[in-house]
């Protein structure tokens, strides 16, 4: 089975730094997915990351790390905006099928 | 381009009731296709997920069904909704080759079961 853990909240300040972690275990591992969720919308993509290594997209990164079923967002210099639910999700690779699996969101508050 | 659609936005059920969402995709063939529902709060939860017509697969045994009547056509259904059927529901597209290892998500639609 599929098992993916983030914490369910946390909380910053404007300006600073935050980082988010997600843990996963699966079968057939092919692909981690970081999406940004505000109340009541669609999620919005952030980051794909497959191999080893750390991905930089302006003020957002995304760690992974395969051998430790680890990864992380890392949002830069927060802002207001930012405040919202940030989901990790895996892309579990089986029988010719790609399955895609979500952790249960980290909502995070962004305070002035 | 490729887009996605899923209707109704918003409906409100009563209990007993019967339940149709339906999905589309425009401008591509044989996606992988994905319904998923998420509590108030929650994270979400992969109800069914199909790679071509006719073929679903389901992750929690539930009143909910889908059918894939077409290729880009997705649909989930009820015979009967529950109280805890409430929630936001996504149906969603990936396809490794042309969007780019991004899942796209539809606009969402609320159900409250009253």
């Known amino acids: 089975g599929q098992n993916i853990d983030q914490p369910t909240e946390m909380t910053a300040t404007e300006g600073a730094i935050v980082q988010i972690n997600c843990t996963y275990q699966?079968?057939?591992?092919?692909?981690l997915f970081w999406y940004q969720q505000h109340a009541g919308e669609a999620p919005t993509f952030l980051s794909y990351?497959?191999?080893?290594g750390l991905e930089e997209k302006g003020r957002f990164s995304s760690f992974l790390s395969r051998s430790k079923g680890y990864s992380y967002l890392l949002l830069k210099e927060l802002q207001m905006k930012d405040s919202a639910s940030y989901l990790c999700?895996?892309?579990?690779?089986?029988?010719?099928?790609?399955?895609?699996?979500f952790g249960t969101g980290t909502r995070l508050q962004v305070f002035p | 381009s490729q887009t996605i659609h899923q209707w109704p936005a918003t409906l409100v059920q009563p209990v007993g009731s019967p339940l149709s969402l339906e999905c589309t995709v425009e401008?591509?063939?044989?996606?992988?296709l994905y319904w998923y529902r998420q509590a108030a709060g929650r994270g979400l939860q992969l109800l069914f997920y199909?790679?071509?017509?006719?073929?679903i697969s389901s992750e929690v045994p539930q009143n909910l069904s889908a059918s894939r009547p077409q290729d880009r056509q997705f649909i989930l259904s009820s015979k009967k909704l529950l109280l805890s059927d409430s929630g936001f529901y996504l149906c969603?597209?990936?396809?490794?080759?042309?969007?780019?290892?991004?899942?796209?998500f539809g606009e969402g639609s609320w159900l409250t079961v009253v």
């Open positions: 969603a597209w990936f396809s490794r080759q042309l969007t780019g290892n991004t899942i796209y």
């Open positions: 699966t079968s057939g591992f092919n692909g």
């Open positions: 990351n497959v191999l080893d």
């Open positions: 999700a895996v892309r579990d690779y089986l029988d010719n099928t790609d399955k895609l699996i």
């Open positions: 401008g591509t063939s044989n996606p992988n």
């Open positions: 199909s790679v071509g017509i006719g073929q």
